[in-house]
């Protein structure tokens, strides 16, 4: 494969120490590439614009090449991989931005006024390591925020730790092309809260159905279960199958740990990798 002209020969010391580190700063810098490209992509959802994803698919084709070259080669990451992540990614942001202007439509007809604000102008950090997806903030009523991503899976080491600062935001909805977060020391109002109560439901108590946990609740397409037992990916799919939901977030408050799934697929083999 051929070198961009900016490729330099890495010299990699011997020790293991060493080597982690100089794989860990490739892997940083691949991340960081495609997350340009990826903000590119974004801002073309949100604009409504013509799709500049050819020439966003060259950049992170140029993004795959630094990093092999960085690695010597030493990744099963293809350029392909890159391909397809991008397409996918692509796909993902018109149907965050779609399903974002259906849903302040749906908001004002129960007189709540909801402003999409442009990519990248996240004004509450959600505190949850979201991979490789640039969101965006929904203002309501000029006077609150939610955090908007692409549907993903997550993780926290920061959830319901009221003594801490940053706490990890409330997943407050998700659906096949959405997962809206919001801080817990935010107050939209009563008229939001009636308006989501109408289109997403009560949230529905279901501890009864889990032996020996703190709590499970049912609310805005996702399932909480918070417990101290572990739970497998195979039971986390069929969690999901048995209440419908598109999201479920399994935690242990006691030590502030959380994992969020999902049941939309990894954007390829990109995620693994970085």
């Known amino acids: 494969m051929a070198r961009p002209p900016e490729y330099m020969e890495q010299h990699i010391a011997g020790s293991p ?12 810098e691949l991340k960081d590439c495609i997350m340009e490209v990826f ?9 409504g614009r013509g ?18 070259n960085s ?10 991989d890159i391909r397809s992540a991008i397409i996918a990614e692509a796909e993902r942001q018109q149907n965050l931005y779609m399903a974002l202007r259906d849903m302040a439509a749906q908001f004002a007809g129960h007189g709540v006024k909801l402003e999409i604000l442009p990519p990248g102008e996240v004004y509450s950090d959600p505190v949850w390591n979201i991979p490789l997806s640039v969101g965006t903030t929904v203002r309501v009523e000029s006077r609150t925020y939610i955090t908007a991503f692409c549907p993903s899976a997550a993780a926290t080491n ?5 003594r801490q600062d940053p706490v990890a935001a409330r997943l407050i909805y998700m659906d096949k092309s959405m997962m809206l977060f919001m801080q817990h020391d935010q107050d939209p109002g009563e008229t939001f809260a009636a308006a989501c109560t109408s289109l997403w439901g009560q949230p529905v108590d279901v501890l009864s159905d889990f032996g020996g946990a703190w709590a499970a609740q049912l609310s805005g397409g996702v399932l909480l279960l918070d ?26 408050s006691g030590n502030f740990i959380a994992r969020l799934y999902t049941t939309q697929k990894s954007i390829s083999r990109l995620e693994n990798e970085v």
């Open 227 to 252: 417990t101290a037992e572990s739970v497998s990916d195979e039971e986390v799919g069929r969690l999901m199958q048995k209440y419908g939901v598109h999201g479920v977030i399994v935690a242990n």
């Open 17 to 28: 120490q060493d080597m982690a580190s100089y794989v860990s700063n490739c892997k940083a």
């Open 158 to 162: 920061d959830y319901m730790a009221p």
């Open 39 to 47: 903000a590119a992509i974004s801002q073309d959802a949100y604009s």
């Open 71 to 80: 690695m010597k080669g030493a990744t099963n990451l293809s350029a392909g």
């Open 51 to 68: 799709s500049s994803l050819p020439d966003l698919i060259q950049r992170g084709i140029l993004c795959h090449e630094r990093y092999f």
